[in-house]
């Protein structure tokens, strides 16, 4: 289809290229989209019609884009140029000279100009996407001028008339072609003006390199009053997304739709019940958003953190563009699919669908008349969680919270929830109740997987809630090792979709981890072959005191040594120690073998205060079976080692 798909272009280019509108049919504003699932081997439109807008220019064409393997484009800059035409092209170093190569040399090879950013010592990719036509009108978005945005992904543009607009644009690309030095050691104007499109509206540009194109979409967020549609195909930039949060939270209603993201920005997001999908039936390339019905802020910028050469315009109460993005979006939306996974999906644990069934019960039945949840785990550790905002006794409150000691250490946590209903429920009332996790001294958000769904109850079902229920939960925590905290959040219904976020909760215990070759506190299935009690035969080697039976540290990096052990590593498979720290979280063990050499394993510990027993499985450690005997250990107690004490230390087999 591709292959025919290019001749009936090459056709269509050949025949029809002198009988192209002129400047006459150009509109003043306009949108063009790609799209992914059209069928049939007639040209896509967007390609068309960019063709027929290169050929439509009298005096000059300013082309600056990354990819170009279009051949009906191609053409319609080597004809344009052919007609004396003033034909410039920028573009990015490594698609000139790599996968774009032959159609970049095309255009050299009809004597059209193509140059690369030679303005900065750094590495940075041309990622602009604009064409300029005879400084009066700009063709700017998120599209190239390539087969995969134009057939394989969804992608927009917009046409905008604006002499004032065309300037700046070409201003830029003179810049570019010319290898001005860029970034701060250019030259260009602040605050960004503001340019009058003809037809009605307004324009303005932001550059990239030159300044930080996230600023500019915050403050276009935070300027929203009533809605803000957001499409971006890359989303890592934790600004924008606290500035999406922070709208939501002052009532705007927003939808949040992207392909690839960090997973701490859109699990925050959804967390406090932001409408968020993820388009995975095809790819989205779309770089855009929508405030207020009426201002579309697109270019080629995406919401990351990386200083290339690209483009932002925000363009308000341009005709017909903000709709016709808004018509494009709601197309995108339906397509998309949800962050959670809906209730019965197949990949959500037994327990979570168990206690979505039970929440489901609850819109019919009283929950005195329900059969409680049989858990597939025994809970034998509870506590009350932690409140650290919100009122005392809000209408759902979580009283108790459960959880599993065999888990601890390991990836997957098990947790009950017992909630309660306190006080009158309204008509419409509706409240929702969000495990999340994050990590310990990490501010870049809560994460919660999207098989973590909330739960959601609506007027009924917290009617029907005349005891207290308890609700199975997991957390699925990352694979890697690290140090966690579990939270609760409940939210009070806020018009047809919105939430107001009402009370946040500590889950106990405090801090929980996942740790990779080790255990926490589960000695059960170990055998102990020695025991290393701390006294007077430990040697302090720097920073610490053996005292009480307790190795304490009294500085940083605090180091002691055991006695002399001598035992063969076939005789054990583990080592454990005993260990209390209130800040330090991770400790290295050394063991020294026989011929003296000295072979290190880091150990993450919980810095909660408690003593907790850890046994790190060295079975599979080459190192373990290279030493063959083991003459003593160190333990060093880390930078923060006066917050740690030793109680004991010794090996195991399994």
């Known amino acids: 289809m591709a292959t025919t798909r290019r001749l009936l272009t090459l056709t269509l280019v050949c025949l029809l290229s002198p009988c192209w509108p002129g400047q006459e049919a150009l509109p003043n504003s306009r949108a063009f989209f790609s799209d992914p699932t059209a069928t049939g081997d007639a040209p896509a439109a967007i390609a068309v019609e960019f063709s027929r807008f290169v050929a439509a220019a009298q005096k000059s064409v300013r082309f600056a884009m990354l ?43 009809a004597g059209i100009t193509v140059e690369t950013d030679r303005g900065t010592v750094f590495n940075v990719n041309v990622h602009n996407k604009f064409c300029v036509v005879d400084d009066t009108w700009v063709w700017t978005g998120d599209w190239n001028a390539s087969h995969a945005d134009t057939y394989l992904t969804w992608h927009a543009a917009c046409l905008v008339k604006s002499p004032g607009l065309a300037r700046e644009y070409a201003a830029q690309f003179d810049k570019l072609f010319d290898g001005e030095r860029q970034g701060f050691e250019g030259r260009y104007e ?11 509206g307004r324009a303005r540009v932001h550059f990239g390199f030159e300044e930080v194109l996230g600023d500019a979409v915050v403050r276009e967020l935070a300027s929203a009053k009533q809605r803000i549609d957001l499409a971006h195909s890359v989303f890592h930039d934790q600004r924008v997304a606290m500035a999406v949060l922070a709208a939501w939270r002052r009532g705007v209603e927003v939808r ?3 392909t690839t993201a ?41 919401c990351t953190f990386d200083p290339d050469h690209e483009n932002l315009i925000v363009l308000d109460e341009v005709g017909g563009l903000s709709e016709a993005y808004a018509a494009r ?50 809970s034998d550790s509870a506590a009350v969680p932690q409140r650290t905002f919100g009122p005392a006794a809000p209408v759902l409150e979580p009283v108790r919270v459960g959880w599993c000691s065999e888990d601890a250490g390991v990836r997957n946590k098990r947790y009950s929830v017992t909630l309660k209903r306190n006080g009158p429920v309204s008509q419409g009332d509706r409240w929702r109740v969000v495990m999340s996790f994050s990590e310990l001294h990490d ?48 939210f009070q219904g806020r018009g047809d979709d919105g939430w107001r976020w009402i009370a946040n909760y500590r889950v106990p215990p405090r801090l929980v981890a996942v740790t990779s070759g080790q255990t926490v506190d589960r000695m059960e299935d170990l055998t102990i072959v020695q025991r290393v009690p701390v006294d007077a035969d430990w040697e302090v080697h720097q920073n610490c005191k053996v005292q009480g039976g307790v190795v304490e540290g009294t500085g940083e990096w605090g180091t002691v040594r055991s006695p002399v052990l001598n035992f063969h590593t076939s005789q054990c498979t583990h080592v454990w120690f005993r260990l209390t720290s ?31 027993t850890y046994a790190i499985d060295l079975s599979t450690d080459p190192a373990w079976a290279k030493a063959r005997r083991v003459r003593r250990f160190h333990v060093i107690l880390g930078r923060e080692a006066p917050l740690v004490a030793l109680q004991e230390l010794g090996t195991a087999r399994r």
Do not use: C
Request: glycine residues 8%; neutral net charge; hydrophobic residues 45%.
């Open 67 to 109: 990819r170009l393997d279009l051949p009906e484009v191609v053409s319609a800059l080597v004809q344009a140029h052919k007609a004396g035409v003033d034909v410039r092209v920028v573009t990015d170093d490594d698609a000139k000279n790599g996968l774009y190569r032959s159609y970049y040399g095309q255009l050299v090879d």
């Open 256 to 258: 949040v739709l992207y």
């Open 190 to 200: 602040r605050p960004r003006p503001t340019h009058p499109v003809v037809g009605g």
């Open 443 to 490: 501010s870049r958000g809560a994460l919660l997987t999207p098989k973590m769904r909330p739960l959601v109850f609506d007027d009924a079902a917290l009617r029907n809630m005349d005891v207290e229920v308890e609700f199975p939960w997991v957390v699925l925590l990352p694979e890697i090792e690290g140090l966690y905290r579990v939270d609760l959040d409940v």
């Open 582 to 612: 209130r800040g330090q979280q991770a400790i290295v063990l050394v063991w020294i073998g026989w011929d003296g050499v000295e072979h290190k394993r880091t150990v993450m510990v919980i810095p909660d205060g408690e003593a907790h």
């Open 329 to 378: 979006f709601e197309l995108l939306w339906q397509r998309a699919a949800p962050y959670f996974l809906p209730a019965g999906h197949g990949h959500l644990p037994a327990d979570v669908q168990a206690r979505d069934a039970l929440a489901a019960g609850l819109a019919k039945t009283a929950a005195s008349a329900l059969p409680s949840v049989d858990l597939s785990w025994g």
């Open 262 to 302: 960090s997973g701490r920005l859109v699990a925050s997001i959804a967390r406090l019940g932001v409408p968020i999908r993820r388009l995975v039936s095809e790819s989205l390339g779309a770089k855009f958003v929508l405030v207020d019905g009426r201002r579309l802020v697109t270019g080629s910028y995406n």
